[in-house]
């Protein structure tokens, strides 16, 4: 439930790390919650797997799709940035829009917005109802939940042109409760380049299942099963062949063997270097000086840098002006 307006001090969280390293909670990628579909799926999705079980409901809009789920992802990666770096954080988040379209690489046209406004309409109006527990267990009993994909969504300012500015969003208790929990694994970059709605739903698979292991053996069956796909066995054998033969996937490589199985092996690029913290001019640290008279300035750079490793090691585009902000942020909050 929302706590109040997204004005109200304490009652929500701003995003503004940039290009935070793109996360995506774990159930999302381990149960197939999202269409694959580039037409409205109105279908009412039951998936069983083990114990787990999962009814999906669309609205009249139709049910939130792969590409909707940019908008969690982007909003995970922004609340696990701040939680890796000691900030508070809320399930309400004020973004702007033209930061979401970027760092999920879609257009900034007036078609990207119109887009973007369906996508929070769909996660909206998608009811999940399901026994995944997020956070720490503490009822012995199994317990069933209902949510939306998101509480609530509002545009906050309009330019003249009628295009989003800034917008509110409301993640649900379950999904945040997921990221306080720290239930997410990073995704590449990469993974927003995907335009075929199933390649990004195998590379989650991959990407949870497989990780950094060696490999990752499954069968058509279960991999057909675990995509959500709707295609016939035989359709969905064949777009997974031309996968594997067009070698997009990020991070891993998918070879097709013997008995309908396929496996899964993860690219050297997988296992990421050690990150090496931004470099500051000169010029940056008198600044820094001249806005906190009376502290070290190497400490202060020290301590940035500590903070930006924490978080994530995002790519920052001007790392002078990244700390310069950090600086003032330190020194108002004093």
């Known amino acids: 439930m ?48 083990n114990d787990i079980e999962v009814t999906v409901t669309p609205s009249v809009k139709g049910r939130a799709t792969i590409f909707d789920a940019d908008i969690l992802i982007f909003c995970i990666s922004q609340l696990m940035a701040a939680l890796n770096a000691g900030r508070p954080t809320h399930r309400t988040l004020t973004l702007t829009a033209h930061d979401l379209l970027l760092a999920t690489g879609r257009e900034t046209s007036g078609d990207g917005y119109r887009r973007l406004r369906d996508a ?24 069933t939940t209902g949510f939306g994909l998101i509480e609530s969504w ?62 990752w053996r499954v069968s058509v069956e279960t991999l057909c099963k675990k995509s959500g796909s709707a295609s016939p066995r035989r359709v969905f054998r064949a777009m997974l062949r031309e996968i594997i033969r067009d070698a997009h996937l990020p991070d891993y490589t998918l070879t097709e063997e013997e008995g309908d199985m396929i496996c899964v092996r993860p690219m050297a690029t997988v296992i990421e270097p050690a990150a090496r913290a931004p470099q500051l001019a000169p010029e940056t640290l008198a600044v820094a000086r001249t806005l906190m008279p009376g502290l070290d300035v190497y400490a202060l750079e020290a301590q940035w840098q500590a903070v930006w490793i924490a978080s994530g090691a995002p790519r920052l585009k001007s790392p002078d002006r990244a700390f310069l902000g950090w600086v003032k942020k330190r020194g108002s909050a004093c």
């Open 120 to 143: 929070f309409e769909r996660l909206a109006g998608t009811r999940v109802t399901t026994n995944i527990t997020t956070g720490p267990k503490t009822d012995p009993f199994e317990v």
């Open 2 to 49: 929302n706590t109040g307006s997204p004005q109200a001090a304490g009652d929500f969280f701003v995003c503004d790390f940039f290009a935070a390293v793109p996360k995506h909670d774990l159930a999302s990628m381990e149960h197939p919650l999202f269409s694959l579909s580039t037409r409205p799926d109105r279908r009412i999705i039951e998936y069983r797997h």
């Open 154 to 215: 509002e545009i906050v300012r309009r330019t003249r042109g009628g295009r989003m500015v800034s917008v509110a969003v409301t993640l649900s208790e379950w999904l945040y409760r997921a990221v306080l929990s720290k239930s997410v694994l990073t995704l590449s970059r990469d993974y927003f380049t995907l335009r075929r709605p199933l390649e990004r739903r195998i590379y989650e698979l991959c990407r949870k299942h497989c990780g950094r292991q060696p490999e």
